[in-house]
């Protein structure tokens, strides 16, 4: 992520957590993600109502975003001031699906420390595909999560979180 780097962690968590937010609130389903360079793509089904002949009919259609890096900067922003204003932090249950998967996905990727990623999703379970930074060379691993493990590792997430600032402050990360 260009606007990442130099940063002493690349932040795929709060990056996929924003925009698994987006998601979310577009009813999007069936996620495809790809990072470009300067940003990511994004496709989905999205359910559509028509009113034909006074009856009202739904229909799934393909949608593909883009979002480019000031974009996933203002979606972080406004999360994290949604959470600085004393809003209390959805846990699991309260939740989005799509902000807590990809946040869960997001620190995966983050212990990986990927250069690239491109991930899909189908009836909640995930492949992802990554190129690995260092000396492993230039070969693309391949993750998969099934919809139990995304379920484990939400359940798990608030045990990973970084430990609280001192002085009751909240952490850099919003958390």
Same mark, same amino acid.
């Given at each position: 992520m260009r606007i990442y780097e130099g940063s002493p962690r690349e932040d795929f968590e709060e990056v996929f957590r924003s925009i698994g937010a987006f998601i979310d609130q577009r009813?999007?389903?069936? &996620?495809?993600?790809?990072?470009?360079?300067? +940003?990511? %793509? /994004?496709?989905?089904?999205v359910a559509t109502? $028509? *009113? $034909? @002949?006074?009856?009202?009919? +739904?229909?799934? &259609?393909?949608e593909t975003l883009t979002f480019l890096d000031d974009d996933i900067a203002r979606f972080m922003e406004e999360a994290i001031s949604r959470r600085?204003? +004393?809003?209390p932090a959805p846990?699991?249950?309260?939740? $989005?699906?799509? #902000? @807590?998967?990809?946040? /869960?996905?997001g620190r995966y990727m983050d212990e990986q420390r990927p250069r690239d990623v491109f991930f899909f999703e189908q009836e909640g379970s995930f492949v992802l595909r990554l190129l690995p930074t260092g000396s492993g060379g *230039?070969?693309? %691993?391949?993750? #998969?999560f099934t919809s139990e493990d995304i379920a484990d590792m939400i359940a798990r997430a608030p045990t990973l979180r970084y430990p609280p600032?001192?002085? +009751?402050? @909240?952490s850099a990360a919003g958390r």
């Open positions: 009813g999007m389903k069936e &996620v495809l993600l790809a990072e470009a360079p300067d +940003g990511f %793509i /994004v496709q989905g089904l109502l $028509s *009113n $034909s @002949t006074s009856e009202f009919q +739904g229909s799934l &259609v393909k600085g204003q +004393g809003e846990d699991a249950g309260e939740a $989005s699906y799509y #902000e @807590t998967a990809f946040r /869960v996905l *230039n070969r693309h %691993i391949l993750a #998969e600032a001192k002085s +009751g402050a @909240t």
